[in-house]
T-cell receptor, first 116, second 114 residues
């Protein structure tokens, strides 16, 4: 079974530029998450999708971050414009939805963003 | 809101010694708790999870954790450390309320001394 795919793996941009990250979840996984992991910290949830609908985006900085999952499969996370403090690893995860909140989330390798 | 606190950003043990990584949680509802491991330049991998079925949870690679409600703790242990256990370990709690994204602790870096 293929894992969660993310691209690119690394990205370096100047502040105020725009950047986009792509995620392809495990086949059949309807729930998709984006996390931000700043160096030295644990991952922080940015947004959760169930199919193509948003379940939780309470921690997404909506003035500069946006995410979509138009067909309920792949997802794109965008930052526009980027700030220095956005330097982090962006992790995508997916899970197979069930009746409970403890389904295992499978994580991709992440995209490491450096903002100069 | 649910939260977790990991005590000790770095823990160093000798190979073959007991591993103990501490995690305390705060939750207004019965929590779902998780331990994840992260190797350098890799994504997170689930070690084990507590889902209220049993207080002592066994996971992969010989790790286990015990849920103690009275102490609001979910510490991770392994009887005998191996060099391959060197990694970053994260405790996490489900955010609950139907939104099951995770809230993670800051992580504990486990160092294994030969």
């Amino acid at each position: 079974e293929a894992g969660v795919a993310q691209s690119p793996r690394y990205k370096i941009i100047e502040k105020r530029q725009s950047v986009a990250f792509w995620c392809n979840p495990i086949s059949g996984h309807a729930t998709l998450y984006w996390y931000q992991q700043i160096l030295g910290q644990g991952p922080k949830l940015l947004i959760q999708f169930q199919n193509n609908g948003v379940v939780d985006d309470s921690q997404l900085p909506k003035d500069r971050f946006s995410a979509e999952r138009l067909k309920g499969v792949d997802s794109t996370l965008k930052i526009q414009p980027a700030k220095l403090e956005d330097s982090a690893v962006y992790l995508c995860a997916s899970s197979f939805p069930g009746q409970t909140s403890y389904n295992e989330q499978f994580f991709g390798p992440g995209t490491r963003l450096t903002v100069l | 809101a649910q939260s977790v606190t990991q005590l000790g950003s770095h823990v160093s043990v000798s190979e073959g010694a007991l591993v103990l990584l501490r995690c305390n949680y705060s939750s207004s509802v019965p929590p779902y708790l998780f331990w994840y491991v992260q190797y350098p330049n890799q994504g997170l991998q689930l070690l084990l999870k507590y889902t209220s079925a049993a207080t002592l949870v066994k996971g992969i690679n010989g790790f286990e954790a015990e849920f103690k409600k009275s102490e609001t703790s979910f510490h991770l242990t392994k009887p005998s450390a191996h060099m391959s256990d060197a990694a970053e370990y994260f405790c996490a709690v489900s955010r609950g309320g139907g939104a099951d994204g995770l809230t993670f602790g800051k992580g504990t870096h486990l160092i294994i001394q030969p």
